[in-house]
């Protein structure tokens, strides 16, 4: 079946440390991927997202590669901030199959000045 | 222009108790759905519509019901609330299906069942 599986958190760095999050996929044809993040005591938010193989997302200083060779989608960023602190979902979806979102654990992050 | 709201953001039910979430987006959207995350897991789908009228069974419907009678709301009811419900609930909305249609979520109901 369709699944996301996500590193495990929580994840913490330092002000200005290097940001990976680990993500890998299974999935029967081509999905969509997708990275949601969710702020303390707020509903998850469109991050980024990639529609097919070599695609980069980005947005905020975070980005991602699909890279169909690995079944991988990796969360990074170079520099981050005490604000970037979160739970990131990475999601999974299949298109023209209802779309319905697949979504990993979570990875929790938390940044320290 | 709210997005997506929820009501109530807390509730505590005792086991055998019905209770409905509430939801409304005034984006305009077609597409709703509802989802429950538990302690260190992923968001699962509950129930989704497509439309008003319609409405279909995600991955983890049971003991859940939903209704679509206009396009802004999509109510999720309990009818005999277990601890097993014990968890947050997400609704979303999104303008179509694809890629190229984000979904938009609520800020979540935590819900307490003892």
């Known amino acids: 079946g369709n699944s996301v599986t996500q590193m495990e958190g929580p994840v913490t760095l330092s002000e200005e440390a290097f940001l990976t999050i680990n993500c890998t996929y299974t999935a029967t044809g081509y999905p969509s991927l997708f990275w949601y993040v969710q702020y303390p005591g707020e509903g998850l938010q469109l991050l980024l997202k990639?529609?097919?193989?070599?695609d980069k997302g980005s947005n905020k200083g975070f980005e991602a590669t699909y890279r169909k060779e690995t079944t991988s989608f990796h969360l990074e960023k170079g520099s981050v901030q005490v604000s970037d602190s979160a739970v990131y979902f990475c999601?999974?979806?299949?298109?023209?199959?209802?779309?319905?979102?697949?979504f990993g654990t979570g990875t929790r992050l938390q940044v320290f000045p | 222009n709210a997005g997506v709201t929820q009501t109530p953001k807390f509730r505590i039910l005792k086991i055998g108790q019905s209770m409905t979430l509430q939801c409304a987006q005034d984006?305009?959207?077609?597409?709703m759905y509802w989802y429950r995350q538990d302690p260190g897991m992923g968001l699962k789908l509950i129930y989704y519509?497509?439309?008003?009228?319609?409405?279909d069974k995600g991955e983890v419907p049971n003991g859940y019901n939903v209704s679509r009678s206009t396009t802004e709301d999509f109510p999720l009811r309990l009818e005999l609330a277990a601890p097993s419900q014990t968890s947050v609930y997400f609704c979303?909305?999104?303008?179509?299906?694809?890629?190229?249609?984000?979904?938009?979520f609520g800020p979540g109901t935590r819900l307490t069942v003892t």
């Open positions: 990639a529609t097919k193989a070599d």
């Open positions: 984006m305009n959207h077609n597409y």
């Open positions: 519509s497509v439309g008003a009228g319609i409405t």
């Open positions: 999601a999974l979806s299949i298109p023209y199959n209802t779309d319905k979102l697949i």
């Open positions: 979303a909305s999104s303008y179509g299906t694809g890629s190229s249609y984000e979904q938009y």
